[in-house]
Each structure stands twice: as C-alpha cells, then as structure tokens.
Nanobody, 117 residues
Framework: QVQLVESGGDSVQAGGSLRLSCVASGNTGNCMGWFRQTPGKEREGVAAINSDGTTSLAGSVKGRFTISKDNAKNTMYLQMNSLKPEDTAMYYC?????????????WGQGTQVTVSS
C-alpha cells in the first residue's frame, strides 16, 4: 500500500516562494512527481524525478521550480520560487511506474497553493 502525504501549501504574494513536501510510504516505483489542478481544468504535470535522479519540469515552471528527493527521508520536494498568480492550484504528489510510461499509479490528497498579485 502506497501512501503519499503532501504539505507546505499556503497563500503567498506574487514573487514569493514555497516548498512543498511529499512523504511517501510503500513501494513508490521509479517515478515521483507533482501535478497541479485548478477548477474546471485538467490536471497537469509540473515536475517529475526518476529513481536515478533525472528530473523534468514543465515549460511554464522551468527556471522557477526545482524538484528533489531525499531517499533517506522518503520525501520529495518541490521548491517554488518567483511564484505567479497563475501558479495558484491544488498541487498533488504522484508516484508509481516509470516516468516515460505508466506513471503515475498513486496520488496524494493535495495541498493548496494560492498566489495573490
């Protein structure tokens, strides 16, 4: 049984920073990452990290967000800098499968990020 628990969401002003955390238990597979969703829109991938440390970022967040993982703590992070109002969304931790195929299998409950202008 895989469990993913996110934390770190908050309300900040544009230009601010937040760090999201996702604590994982169980076999999370080779790929972990973050998705986000706003009401009425499809969930979109934000960032992913493979078991070998390879990362990928959506174009809209490149240069501002960084994904990382602490294997000793079973925790994945999303460092978000220079936040914009359009980053406002529910952010979900995801895991399972390979980043190139079958990902994700598991979801967290989400943590809300609100960026005001």
């Amino acid at each position: 049984q895989v469990q993913l628990v996110e934390s770190g969401g908050d309300s900040v002003q544009a230009g601010g920073s937040l760090r999201l955390s996702c604590v994982a238990s169980g076999n999370t597979g080779n790929c972990m990452g973050w998705f986000r969703q706003t009401p009425g829109k499809e969930r979109e991938g934000v960032a992913a990290i493979n078991s070998d440390g390879t990362t990928s970022l959506a174009g809209s967040v490149k240069g501002r967000f960084t994904i990382s993982k602490d294997n000793a703590k079973n925790t994945m992070y999303l460092q978000m800098n220079s936040l914009k109002p359009e980053d406002t969304a529910m952010y979900y931790c995801a895991a399972g499968g390979y980043c190139s195929e079958g990902y994700p299998h598991y979801w967290g409950q989400g943590t809300q990020v609100t960026v005001s202008s």
